[in-house]
């Protein structure tokens, strides 16, 4: 009797010991081959990192012309951003007498860290860009209307962590130029009304950046907002699939019909109309029963591929030519970094990161429109684009309409000729300072390049409305002024300002120190 149980025992593990490789791959991936669209969807539904997309994606979505994969590209300089941050903070350390050195030893000693502080640099600096980029994309198609309010705030609070990242990270190599670009950036900081200097006090941790500001800055860049950056992010995907995914146009949309009709026979004008064609490979079945409505109440199901291998293949090869791209970029040019912070001896210009020199710019004219007014008026009225302009027609589309393509273009040619305009007046003149010299504060913020351009803006916001009757053309006409004046006075912070912020064109050398 004991023979044979132990002769069944030995049968059984030897038995188990022979499907030990079948049973490890298939308790690992729980597939066959992907030869049928239910096998497609499982492995979306049962992989931890695919998961997060969705099954299947309307045609619409995989258009790289609509999209420009600008939000992946975001996401892809995120992770890559987290990759060489962590192995950054091996070598990093957050003391004064040491950050410097240490970047130093990362160029000359730490075998490819040089490499590896270029592609972080560049990332940072890309990243920015590409999210900027991402919600313009997001304005010009109309994809922030709803159910996609929520979404478009959270993508501008996104927005908002990104330069948080970015310029918590500028510190950290104590260097001239990250010294003096933090003492502007706080400085900036400072000018909000009530609590500007006590929030200047808590960044830097005193009145002066050093040692407590090196340490909050490191804290901040490497622990908090990047936990905040991933909650927010996981909102904001979360969002796009609770929405319906990207945002396309009514005519993509297939109309829902009958799951029993004949097409044919439902087309008006007697042609063949593909709706919900039969395929014997695809079931229905109830799962669960919730209370409201989904995104896909009266659209059908077709027009849609799924996400295995449309959607993950294209998502794999953007990623491996973004890394690639920020690797030859980070190959070629080097993340710039000057001499040991000196306290004693600033920089001459003292700039702030490029981000952030439009509103220098604004601030060297006003320092509470450049400093308070602008900067708050711009988030405000971030925060409301998708509760002011709400209508259906054009969203999915770039630029709405052909007409709002020309009023686009006419409002770029007008803000930059009315900027140049303002900016040479205030120039020859001097400023209103040079004709009354005793003229009020309220009139110097009133009276400056700044000030005007935002009047012109509303101006030419409600002409735009009363000509063509159109909130979105007006809006989109409006927008693409703030995008230039932004860009426009970005160009001159960071290339057409030099010594004491006076005004050189780029052929114009600087005067020696």
């Known amino acids: 009797m ?25 308790s690992t991936i729980r597939h066959g081959p992907l030869d049928t669209d239910l096998d497609r969807a499982e492995v979306m539904n049962q992989n931890f990192f695919l998961h997060i997309l969705p099954v299947s994606v309307h045609r619409n979505t ?18 890559i951003l987290i990759g060489t941050g962590i ?15 240490r970047m130093k030893d990362l160029e000359f000693v730490v075998s490819n860290g040089k490499l590896l502080r270029n592609l972080h640099r560049w990332a940072a600096h890309g990243m920015v860009a590409v999210v900027f980029l991402h919600m313009c994309r997001v304005f010009y198609t109309g994809s922030f209307r709803p159910p996609r309010e929520f979404n478009w705030v959270v993508g501008v609070v996104l927005f908002f962590l990104t330069l948080g990242l ?7 190599p104590w260097d001239q130029l990250a010294f003096w670009a933090i003492t502007v950036g706080t400085n900036i900081v400072a000018y909000l009304p009530g609590v500007g200097k006590q929030l200047r006090f808590l960044l830097l941790g005193g009145n002066e950046v050093g040692q ?7 804290v901040l860049h490497i622990a908090i907002l990047p936990v905040l950056a991933l909650i927010v992010l996981g909102v904001h995907f979360w969002r796009i699939r609770k929405d ?37 490979r695809k079931t229905y079945g109830l799962m669960e029963l919730v209370k409201g409505r989904t995104p896909m109440v009266d659209r ?12 993950v293949f294209r998502l794999f090869t953007l990623s491996l030519l973004t890394l690639v791209i920020f690797l030859i970029v980070s190959l070629f040019f080097d993340a710039p970094l000057k001499e040991l912070a000196n306290p004693n001896f600033p920089e001459n210009p003292a700039k702030a990161p490029w981000y952030f020199l439009g509103l220098q710019e604004l601030v060297s004219y006003s320092a509470f429109m450049g400093g308070v007014f602008i900067p708050t008026l711009t988030v405000v009225a971030l925060m409301l684009i998708p509760y002011i302009d709400r209508g259906p027609a054009g969203t999915g589309v770039w630029f709405h309409s052909r007409r709002a393509r020309k009023i686009a273009l006419l409002s770029a040619i007008l803000t930059t000729a009315v900027i140049w305009l303002l900016l040479f007046a205030n120039m020859r003149t001097g ?37 063509t009757d159109s909130l979105r053309e007006a809006s989109i006409g409006l927008f693409t002024g703030f995008l230039i004046g932004f860009t426009l006075f970005t160009v001159i912070g960071v290339f057409l300002r030099g010594p004491n912020w006076e005004f050189y064109w780029f052929w114009q050398s600087w005067p020696a120190p």
């Open 87 to 101: 192995i950054l903070m091996f070598y990093y350390v957050p003391a004064v007498d040491q950050a410097y050195p």
């Open 62 to 79: 995989l258009r790289f012309s609509y999209s420009l994969g600008l939000g992946a590209i975001a996401f892809i300089l995120f992770l």
């Open 300 to 311: 059908g199901p077709e027009d849609t591929l799924t996400a295995w291998p449309h959607l």
């Open 2 to 26: 004991g023979n044979r149980k132990s002769h069944g025992m030995m049968q059984e593990f030897w038995r188990n010991a022979r499907a030990l490789p079948g049973n490890v791959w298939r």
């Open 431 to 467: 400023g209103v300072r040079r004709f009354y010299p005793d003229s009020p504060q309220w009139l110097i913020d009133l009276l400056n390049p700044g000030t005007l351009t935002v009047l012109y803006l509303v101006v030419f916001f409600f002409i735009a409305g009363y000509l």
């Open 244 to 280: 319906g995914g990207l945002s396309r146009p009514e005519e993509a949309e297939s109309p829902l019909v009958s799951m029993t009709a004949t097409p044919a026979s439902r087309d008006p004008a007697g042609g063949s109309l593909q709706i919900f064609p039969a395929d014997p």
């Open 166 to 172: 970015s310029f918590t990270g500028y510190l950290l």
């Open 212 to 218: 407590e500001a090196l340490i909050r800055f490191y």
